[in-house]
């Protein structure tokens, strides 16, 4: 079963959403800020590598940063300060780092919006199906989902829909999209 990329998309952006936050920490000079950027990194490579994603080891690259300065002759104090310092550094490449990760996988949705826009434009001119509140919202994505994967003029649009996406997100993609004005009886 393919992995569901919208959910990859907002889990992604919900992390990066965290690093105004992260900086503000640090620049508060919050005592958790380190600790806090830590779990950020950690999550991010944890979430990155589920899904197969190479950028993990990038991620995994700064946090050895962090680590390899606990590994120096130091004092404790000088030690937490390098971290710090290290830390407040690389804020601006993980953040990037991130978005790059993120970036096909957020064009590929935007790609598919405008696809499932089109297709749900076409389907509402049809008439084809109409909006039944008996039946419920699931429903309607249902049929509109069955039309365009059974309709021969529809059905590319489906195929490049399910080469990008599985189709759990395809229909959660749909509804997202859907503009019930457009199939109401009448």
Request: glycine residues 4%.
């Amino acid at each position: 079963m393919q992995r569901s990329i919208l959910q990859f998309v907002n889990q992604l952006d919900e992390l990066l959403l965290e690093i105004p936050r992260i900086v503000r920490d640090f620049d508060q000079k919050s005592p958790q800020a380190l600790q806090n950027l830590i779990d950020w990194i950690g999550r991010s490579e944890a979430l990155l590598s589920s899904h197969r994603v190479s950028a993990a080891a990038t991620i995994a690259g700064f946090k050895s940063r962090l680590i390899a300065s606990a590994y120096t002759d130091d004092r404790r104090g000088t030690l937490r300060r390098r971290q710090l310092a290290i830390a407040t550094g690389m804020i601006d490449e993980l953040q990037r780092s991130v978005q790059d990760a993120l970036r096909p996988y957020a064009e590929k949705i935007r790609q598919s919006r405008d696809l499932g826009r089109q297709l749900l434009q076409i389907v509402a001119q049809s008439g084809a199906v109409k909006y039944d509140a008996g039946l419920g919202f699931e429903a309607l994505i249902t049929q509109i989902w069955a039309l365009c994967s059974s309709h021969d003029q529809l059905k590319p649009f489906a195929i490049q829909l399910k080469i990008v996406l599985p189709t759990d997100d395809i229909r959660l993609l749909l509804a997202e999209e859907i503009d019930l004005i457009d199939f109401a009886k009448g």
